[in-house]
Every structure is written in C-alpha cells, then in structure tokens.
C-alpha cells in the first residue's frame, strides 16, 4: 500500500519544472491548432501579420481544442511515468487540429509524412494543409496518426474505445466524450461497456466526460445540468466520478495531474486484484473523469463586444473576418502571441528541447501506438477446415437445413483456437439466429449480478451481446481497428439502425487505402439473419433488406456482399471473410430450415467463381443461347427461381431455361468497376448478350440495375426483389405480395422468352389461378398451401 500511496503522489504532485514543460507543450499545442486554421504564410510570426497571411477559406473548431489538448498533455506524462500502454479517442472529432498539433509535437507526423518536418518549412505545410484540397480534413481522421475513431459522425467513441480493449490487457484507452456527443442515442447507451468488461483480461476505458457547456449554436443538455443530478446519472452507469473544474492556471495543470493519477491508480489496483487471485469478481467501479472548461479556452474573451470564449461562439472559428477587419486581424495576433511562441519553437522553427522531451518513448507516444495501426498487431485466426462442417447433400432441393447453425458449430471451434482474437457480436440474438454453438465453449460476456435461471452467462465468457447494434458494431469496429477478428450478427431489418456507422467504416477502410503506412486490419464481418422474406411473425417492421443498398453504395476497393444461397456456401463464404483483410464483408442468410443445393466440392467453386449456371435445375443444354435465364441471389428467391424452372420444365418441357445463382452480388459489376467483377466473357457464358434476364433478388429491385450498369443490353433484366410489400403473414405470400413468387417468375419468363412454345398462355392461365387459389387458402387454413410449403426439386435434377 505504501508503494501505490507513493506512486499515486508523484503522479498528482507537479513541481515547477514539470509543470512548465508541461503548459509549454500546451501552449504549442494549442499555437499549432490556431495556425492550421488561420495561416497559410508567416507561420511563427517572423514579420506583422497581414490579411495576405491568413487563408482564403477559414474552417475547423477551435472550441473543443484547448480541452483536447490539455487531455493530451497530461496523459502523456502519465505515460511517461508509469509506462501505460494507451490510446487515444476524441469523440469532439473536429478538435482535429489539436489530435494533428500533438502527433507534430511528438514527431510521429513528421516521421510519417516527411514534408512536414519539424521546422518552419514544415510548419508552414501543416498548416495550409488543414482543411484544404489536397490536404487533409478538419477531423481526427484516418490520416491523424494514433486515432482509430474519426468523430465526425457523434457518438461512437465508447463503443470504439470499449471494442479497443477487449481481449487487450494491457491497454487503456483515453475517450473523451464531448457533451455534446453526449446527447446522441448511441452514446447514451454506450455508457454501459463497463458491465461487460473484464479485467482480468481486457484492459480499460477511462471515460473523460469534457463539459464546456455549448455546442454550436447553443447549450448542451449535461452542460446545464446541476453537476449533482450528472454524478448520479454517471455512478448510475457504473463509475466513479472524479472532477475538474476551472480555467485558472496553473490551478488546473494540479488538478488534472491530480485527477489522472487517482484514476489510473484505481484502475491498476482494478487489474491488480484481478489478475493476482484476490478479486471477488463483482463488477468493479471504474473511473470516469467529468473535466469542466471554458469553450475556446484561451482564446479572444469577446470580439466586437460579444462573449466568445465559454460560449457557443467559441465553437469553431472566433474571428472569421480577419482578412477584411483590421482590428479582427491585430486580436488575432495577439492571440497567437499570448502563447510566446519564441519560447516554444527555436530559431528553424523546431519544438525546443524542453517540449520534445515531454513525448513518451516511441511506440508508447500515443500518435505512434500500435494499437491505433492494428494490422501491425494483427495475427491471422487459426481456422479449422470449413469442410468439416458440410452438409451431405446427395441431391440439390431436396433436404431442409438450418444453414446459419452450420456456422454456429464452426464459430465455436473458432473460439476454442482462438481465445485471445475473435468474438462474436450479436444483440440478444445468438440462439435465434442459430448460432447457438459457440455456448458450448463461451458464454456471453456479462459483470453485473448473475441469477441461477441464467444460462450461458458469467464474466469469463466471451460472446457479447447487448442489445444495442450500435453498442454491437462499434465494439466489433475496435475490436477490427486494434488488430483482432469477429462478426456482428444481427435481424436483417435491425442492421439499419447501425447503418450509418457501416457508412462510416467504409469511408476510413476507403481511406486507409491510401496511406501505405497504415496496415490492413481483419476485416467487418456483418451477418443478417432474420432476413425479410421470412419475419412472417414480426410482420411489416422486421421486413427491410436496406443494407445492402448500403453497402453497394461503397467504393467496390472496400464493399463485398455475399448471398449464399445454403449452408455449404456459407460455410465457404465465411471461411473467405475470416481470412480478409480492410474489407466490409455482408453476407445475408436466413436462419429458417431452407432446401440445400450443393454439396461442399461445388459450394466451394460455386464461391469462388462467385456465380454460376445450374445445369440440373434448367432445361438448357449450353450448345446455344436459351430462350430465357432466370437468375436469382438469395435464399428465399433461390428457392423460387429453382421451382419455377421446375415448373417450366414440366409444363412447357419445349421452353429452353438456362437457371444461373448468384452467390457474391460484386460479381455483377464490370471489373473496371469492382476487383470481384467478372469478365465479359463470363458475363456472356452465364447471362448472353442478347437474351432477356429475369433476375429474382433478395434485396430491392433497383439494386441489380445498378449493378449490372454498362453490361450488354442492360435493359433486358428485368428484376424482382423486395418492394416493401409485407405484413404479418406467411413466407410464401411474402413472395406474392412483393410478385416474387415462382408463379410470378413463370410469367415473367413467359412475357419476356425469345420464343414460345405452345401452351405458354395456359400456363399462365394456370399461375395466375394458383395465385388466387392461395390467397383464399393462407386466409382460410393460416399456412401456405401444401404443395408450396413442402415443396422439393424432383429426382430427375441428378447432377451432371
């Protein structure tokens, strides 16, 4: 004890030297922040400054960035201390040119991008950079060395920062929250990481709750809060408060070393008695900081009479007429003046000694961290062979299986040979969505008080579930960032609610591409079950393949959606995923017992040509084009496509169909659009070049047209899918209502063959009554009728 007593005091006690050094780096900090959002020339104040100095175009924040940076100062010289791996999130994403100003000062930005090397040349070119073409944006972005959280989009720095950590003993991570960031949904219930966070083998998240009371046009609801009502709704979540308050100084530099060093000693004593046999295992009480300063800290008290600093005026750029307003331009440089920067900088423009020595030693500077480059960390999963999963499947159409329990099983063997790198992330859903397995060897992850009706539930296990797709996604996106692998399995309708941050990994997977020195990292797995076609319980809310809209509308460098149409090519399909790297993988698949195609040998081709034609299931012999080709992507519509070619085989044996599936939906594009595009040559083999195409979809129609865009004749697909046709029914009349049914597809082939053979207008005689048939038959018997519900490819369909 008298150790931590001693460790704990030379952490919150500054003596003057320190506390210098420490308020030089800050003032740096916060000179550089100011520079990259005001100068394009003069940038250590060489001569008076003019409007000729100042940048045509003045963007950024300014308001969070003095907060950020002081964060920064005084973490890491608890690095230095205490040697604390650590990372740093801003959820204030617009205080970027702090994040950039810090990477500066610690070197790391101009080890990385050498150009902007640490002298006035190099100054100079951070800051005409910033926000700028060609240069970079105004957010802790993916070019920002050290994050792995861009804030732009509010509300995800817990879930990144909690998903950083896990399986990650020996990291803490740094996430501060702005407040008003604290207002959004997805941070609201991101609070809750601590009750499934485990120290005996994860590491910790110390929140840093940064209240200066004003967003950017008014106030923020925690801001005004009485600070005694924001302490109860924190130690509600789980945390102990610890405090800061003011804007004197050196006040402040004493109580946020005093804070810091109170908080980090709590969490170590947290690991500590974890990993050393003397915890009880109840949840601990992690620290949480609440640091209350002045928006715009520093910066001009007033322009033109009104307040700025401590107000929403403050929020991004004070002055923004200093070009034409003299006296704006004369209290801007007395502002950058106030930070002496002739103290800060020598005569090249190099941060002195005194400042660069407040950098921790290299990879532990927090703009160098391996961690926020995780594919340097990375290590490949060791999977077992997907093979051994199969199913037998002697006959294609013929047997019923759950396909997603297939993946369950191979999951858990995932687990077992990988304890320290993969998890699966999924809201309350495991058992629903049939992946159940993984019980068998983890349970779910959970540190509040546990019942003894619970099952598969402890703080040893490891499958996370919360129900929250926010909380779910950005877990699995830092737990991806930070060098580990996993899937977020979620209800297909449900994925929506998380869709933006898809949207959002996107872009930084897009990004990071650009940069050589970032590394690739394991790849979003998304798995949607409980897809569209079969909520027959839920009904009309529960029906919406949207994500995959989503997804196709990413650049084809990053984007794959997978739709395997069985439980061997999906076997097949997420071996590849699990295998990838910088990808965000969708793969869509019902859980539902559903007929069986392929055996694994064909599966395994099947995928990797990523579509193909299905010679037992049509009546083309491949010597000339077809009179038609259905196509279909999906396992709903599969089914379909393959009973109206069975249909057409019985009933109109003349009728040459040639059936093609699917299976990776990039396949579609040409290849000078997506790298999965195939070949003219393939296209032609599957689809001709002349022949009408119906094209029977999972998802919305307007998504094939998209995709097969500058193909031959695009205009002869003609698409069915999802067309928000639904309600609490039965899975056929799913496919009725939005005219996807096999008596749909019939007709279509009809209307749209090259030729007909005689007894084409009865068969559609015949289709259009056995439509009518079943809407009075689900009203009257509540299930679809027998010959649908039980349907199954007959036994001429050996294979070739």
């Not at 990053?558 to 590849?576: E, G, I, M, W």
Request: hydrophobic fraction near 40%.
């Amino acid at each position: 004890m008298t150790a931590v007593v001693s460790e704990l005091r030379t952490l919150a006690e500054l003596d003057d030297t320190e506390l210098a050094r420490l308020d030089a780096w800050w003032r740096a900090n916060n000179y550089l922040t100011i520079g990259q959002i005001y100068l394009q020339a003069n940038p250590l104040l060489r001569e008076p400054l003019s409007a000729e100095h100042i940048k045509p175009r003045l963007l950024g924040h300014w308001g969070t960035s003095p907060g950020l940076s002081l964060i920064y100062a005084h973490v890491s010289r608890l690095i230095r201390h205490t040697g604390q791996q650590a990372i740093y999130l801003a959820g204030p994403g617009h205080g970027g040119p702090a994040l950039v100003a810090a990477g500066y000062l610690e070197g790391t930005y101009s080890e990385i991008y050498p150009d902007v090397s640490q002298d006035e040349a190099g100054m100079l070119r951070l800051f005409r950079q910033f926000s700028s073409p060609g240069g970079i944006p105004s957010h802790v972005s993916v070019t920002t060395p050290g994050s792995i959280h861009e804030g732009g989009e509010l509300g995800y720095v817990l879930v990144h920062a909690f998903g950083a950590v896990m399986d990650n003993p020996d990291l803490l991570a740094i996430a501060v929250v702005g407040d008003g960031e604290a207002e959004t949904g997805p941070l609201e219930g991101s609070w809750k990481g601590v009750s499934f966070l485990n120290p005996e083998r994860d590491g910790a998240v110390l929140p840093i709750l940064h209240l200066n009371d004003a967003k950017i046009s008014g106030p923020t609801v925690l801001g005004r809060k009485d600070p005694e009502e924001v302490r109860a709704l924190l130690r509600g979540h789980g945390y102990d408060v610890i405090e800061v308050e003011g804007s004197d100084l050196p006040g402040m530099h004493h109580r946020c070393a005093a804070a810091l060093a109170t908080a980090w000693t709590r969490i170590r004593d947290i690991q500590t008695a974890a990993r050393d046999g003397s915890w009880d295992g109840t949840r601990p009480v992690w620290p949480l900081i609440v640091l209350r300063s002045p928006k715009g800290w520093t910066g001009p008290d007033s322009v033109d009479g009104i307040t700025v600093t401590g107000t929403w005026r403050s929020h991004q750029v004070p002055l923004s007429g200093v070009k034409d307003n003299p006296e704006h331009l004369a209290l801007l440089e007395r502002w950058l003046k106030s930070y002496r920067p002739e103290e800060l900088f020598d005569s090249a423009g190099t941060p002195v000694a005194a400042i660069r020595d407040q950098a921790p030693d290299g990879d532990l500077r927090m703009s160098a961290s391996p961690h926020a480059n995780g594919g340097v960390l990375t290590r490949d999963l060791d999977l077992p062979d997907f093979r051994a999963y199969a199913i037998d499947v002697p006959r294609p159409a013929q047997q019923r299986a759950e396909s997603t329990r297939k993946l369950g099983e191979m999951m858990r063997d995932i687990y077992t040979r990988n304890a320290d790198r993969f998890r699966l992330f999924c809201p309350d859903e495991t058992n629903s969505n049939r992946l159940g397995s993984v019980f068998e060897v983890s349970d779910r992850a959970f540190m509040e008080r546990v019942t003894p009706e619970d099952v598969a539930i402890s703080r040893d296990g490891r499958v996370m579930e919360v129900l929250s797709e926010h909380n779910c996604h950005g877990w699995l996106e830092g737990y991806n960032l930070t060098g580990r692998h996993g899937m977020f399995a979620t209800y297909e309708a449900f994925a929506m609610v998380s869709a933006s941050q898809t949207v959002q990994h996107g872009k930084w997977l897009q990004e990071a591409k650009n940069l050589p020195w970032r590394e690739k990292v394991p790849s979003l797995n998304v798995l949607l079950t409980s897809t569209a076609w079969r909520n027959d319980h839920n009904g009309f809310s529960h029906q919406g393949p949207g994500l995959i809209q989503v997804v196709l509308t990413q650049r084809g460098d990053v984007a794959r959606v997978y739709l395997p149409p069985d439980a061997n090519t999906l076997l097949s399909v997420a071996d590849h995923c699990f295998r990838s790297r910088s990808y965000i993988n969708l793969i869509v698949i019902d859980k539902q017992p559903q007929l069986q195609y392929l055996s694994m040998d064909e599966a395994v081709e099947h995928c990797a040509r990523g579509a193909g034609v299905w010679d037992w299931a049509g009546t083309d012999d491949g010597t000339s084009d077809p009179d038609i080709v259905l196509a279909c992507a999906g396992d709903v519509v599969t089914m379909e496509t393959v009973a109206a070619a069975q249909i057409l085989r019985d009933k109109l044996p003349g009728l040459k169909v040639r059936v093609v599936n699917v299976v990776d939906l990039m396949t579609l594009v040409r290849p000078k659009d997506h790298p999965h595009g195939m070949s003219e040559t393939l296209f032609t083999e599957l689809f001709t070049d002349n022949v009408d195409v119906v094209f029977s979809f999972h998802g919305y129609p307007g998504a094939i047209h998209q995709l097969v865009h500058g193909r031959p004749d695009a205009d002869r697909f003609r698409v069915r899918g999802f067309i928000e046709q639904g309600t609490t029914t039965t899975p056929f009349d799913m496919t009725v209502r939005n005219k996807a049914s096999r008596y749909h597809l019939v007709m279509d082939a009809i209307n749209n063959a090259r030729r007909l053979p005689r007894g084409a207008a009865e068969l559609k005689a015949w289709c259009q009554s056995q439509l009518d048939r079943h809407e009075t038959y689900v009203v009257e018997h509540l299930e679809d009728m027998p010959e649908v519900r039980d349907w199954a490819l007959g036994d001429w369909a050996a294979r070739g």
